[in-house]
C-alpha cells in the first residue's frame, strides 16, 4: 500500500515563528510553567486543542463572502438547516455560539435538582450545565474504557448493564435523558458502535427516557464504525451517519469540531413542542432563531464544512495521521492511550514519569519537558485538571495522569506529525532528568487555565 497523504493541497500558508530550546526554557517560566498562558505564536506545533482551531477549505472561505447577513430569514441560515436536516433527519435545528450554549438551552429546560442525566462520559462543559442546573451527571462507561492500555474496538460504548440497573434503582421519571458523547472525547476519543447506541437508545425508548447524541465528532465515529464494527465496511459515511441520528430524539454539537469551523454550535430534534420552548431561551441568550448567536458567514463555512467532513478520503487521512503518530511510539515502548483515539493521541504520564508522584504533577512536567524539547504544547489531563482536596487538604488525585495531543483538522502534514515523534522519542530518553512541580497559585474552579506552578528541582 503507497503512503496516506494529506488529501488537499496547502492554498493560503501561516508561518511557524521557531525558538531555540533556551528561548522555550524562559517563554516557559514568564508563563508560570502553565501551556495555556503562553503565547501561541511561542508554539511551534499547537496541539493543546482540535477545537476551532481547522483550516477551512477554499468553499468554505468562498462561502464566507456568501454569507447572507440578514438578521431574520438568512439565506445561509436556511442552507445551514438543511444540511443538519439531511444528515441528522430531525426537522428543528436551533443554531448557537458553541456546543455550551446549546447545552445551556438543552438542560435549563430538562435538567434540575432531582434530576439524572446519564452519559457513557460527559464532556466537561455538559457535566457543567448539568450540575449549574441542579440535576446530576451519572458516567457509565463500559468496562473496557477504563484500560488505558487494553485494545478494544469500541472503548466509548456505555454499560448498558449499568444504565438499566441505574433506571431500576432510580426510575425513569427522574432521568431527564441519556446523551451518549461520540466519540468519547473525555475517555480518549475513543467510539461508540452502533450496536451500542441502537442498545441503549432501545432501553431508553423502552422507559419513556429521551436519548439524544452529542455529536462533536459523529464524522471521525462513524468512520471507526465503517472500519470496525461487521456490516458497515465500505457503507458511505453519510449513510452510517443516517442510521446512528435514527436512533436519537436529539443532538447538540460544538461546530468547532467536526465541521471544519472555527466557531457555532447547534441543538437538534425531532419533538416540535419541546423546541418551542428552546427558541424561548434561544431569542433570549443567542440570538433570533434564523442566526443564534452566529453570523451569517459563519452559518455558510459550518454547512459547508459538515459535508466535507463525511469525505471517505479526509476521514482515511484523519484517523491514520493519529494512528501513525502510536505507532511510531509504539516501537519506542512509549506509553500512551490504546487503541489511538479520533482527534487525539493521550500519553500515559504516570508511567511515561514514573518517579514523579500524582502530587508533583507528571502531566504537567511531561507538557513543560516537551515545550521546552521542541516547542509542542500539549494539555494535561490529570491531577492539575481533576484534582481535589479531602477535608483536611490532602491532595486527591485524579484517576489517571495523561497528556493529550490533539491534533487540528487539515493543519499539520505527515512531516509534522514526524517532528512530533521526535520530540517525545527524545523527552523520553531523558525522561530521569525530567523534574515534579508545585502550585504557586491556583483559582477555586477550573484551576488548569489560570494556575502557577514551580519546578522542584
Ligand atoms: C467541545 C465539546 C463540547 C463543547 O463545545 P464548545 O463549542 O467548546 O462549547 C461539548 N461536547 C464535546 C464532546 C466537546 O468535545
Not at 119 to 125: G, H, I, K, R
Not at 261 to 288: C, P, R, S, W, Y
Request: charged residues 20%; contains cysteine; aromatic residues 10%.
Amino acid at each position: 500500500m503507497k503512503t496516506i497523504i494529506e488529501p488537499f493541497r496547502i492554498k493560503s500558508v501561516e508561518p511557524i515563528h521557531f525558538t531555540t530550546v533556551e528561548e522555550r526554557e524562559t517563554l516557559l517560566k514568564q508563563a508560570s510553567y502553565n501551556p495555556f498562558l503562553l503565547k501561541a505564536q511561542d508554539v511551534i506545533i499547537d496541539l493543546l486543542t482540535d477545537s476551532g482551531t481547522n483550516a477551512m477549505s477554499t468553499e468554505q472561505w468562498a462561502g464566507i463572502m456568501r454569507g447572507d447577513e440578514s438578521y431574520a430569514g438568512s439565506s445561509s441560515f436556511y442552507h445551514f438547516k438543511s444540511v443538519i436536516q439531511g444528515i441528522t433527519g430531525m426537522p428543528v435545528v436551533i443554531p448557537t455560539h458553541q456546543g455550551r450554549a446549546a447545552e445551556k438551552i438543552l438542560f435549563t429546560h430538562l435538567g434540575g435538582k432531582g434530576k439524572y442525566v446519564l452519559s457513557n462520559t460527559l464532556f466537561d462543559t455538559t457535566r457543567a450545565n448539568i450540575e449549574y442546573s441542579g440535576a446530576e451527571g451519572v458516567d457509565l462507561l463500559c468496562p473496557e474504557g477504563k484500560q488505558p492500555s487494553l485494545i478494544a474496538p469500541f472503548k466509548g460504548n456505555m454499560d448498558t448493564t449499568a444504565l438499566e440497573n441505574f433506571i431500576g434503582e432510580k426510575g425513569a421519571a427522574n432521568i431527564s435523558m441519556v446523551i451518549i458523547t461520540v466519540t468519547n472525547n473525555s475517555g480518549g476519543g475513543q467510539p461508540v458502535s452502533m450496536e451500542n447506541i441502537k442498545a441503549v437508545s432501545g432501553i431508553c425508548r423502552q422507559h419513556g427516557i429521551l436519548f439524544f447524541i452529542d455529536a462533536c465528532r459523529f464524522a471521525e465515529n462513524c468512520w471507526f464504525i465503517r472500519e470496525r464494527e461487521a456490516g458497515y465496511k465500505g457503507w458511505p459515511v453519510r449513510e452510517i451517519a443516517k442510521e446512528l441520528f435514527s436512533y436519537a430524539d436529539g443532538c447538540t454539537m460544538s461546530a468547532k469540531k467536526d465541521s471544519f469551523a472555527n466557531i457555532g454550535g447547534f441543538l437538534a430534534l425531532h419533538d416540535e413542542k419541546m423546541a418551542e420552548q428552546f427558541m424561548t431561551t434561544l431569542v433570549i441568550t443567542e440570538g433570533f432563531p434564523t442566526y443564534g448567536g452566529l453570523a451569517g458567514r459563519d452559518l455558510e463555512a459550518i454547512a459547508i464544512g459538515l459535508k466535507e467532513v463525511m469525505d471517505e478520503d479526509y476521514l482515511l487521512y484523519r484517523i491514520r495521521s493519529i494512528e501513525y503518530i502510536g505507532e511510531q511510539l509504539e516501537k519506542e515502548g512509549i506509553p500512551f492511550i490504546k487503541p489511538t483515539g479520533g482527534h487525539a493521541l493521550y500519553l500515559d504520564a504516570a508511567a511515561f514519569l514514573p518517579h514523579i508522584p500524582a502530587e508533583q504533577f507528571p502531566g504537567l512536567a511531561l507538557c513543560a519537558a516537551l515545550y521546552v524539547e521542541g516547542g509542542i504544547r500539549g494539555v494535561e489531563i490529570g491531577s492539575v485538571m481533576f484534582g481535589k482536596y479531602d477535608s483536611e487538604g490532602n491532595p486527591i488525585p485524579a484517576p489517571m495522569e495523561l497528556v493529550r495531543l490533539a491534533i487540528p483538522r487539515r493543519v499539520y502534514t505527515q512531516s509534522h506529525m514526524d517532528y512530533v515523534t521526535e520530540v517525545i522519542v527524545d523527552v523520553f530518553k531523558k525522561r530521569h532528568a525530567v523534574s515534579g512541580y508545585k502550585i504557586a497559585y491556583e483559582a477555586p474552579f477550573l484551576r488548569h487555565f489560570t494556575a502557577r506552578f514551580e519546578p522542584l528541582l
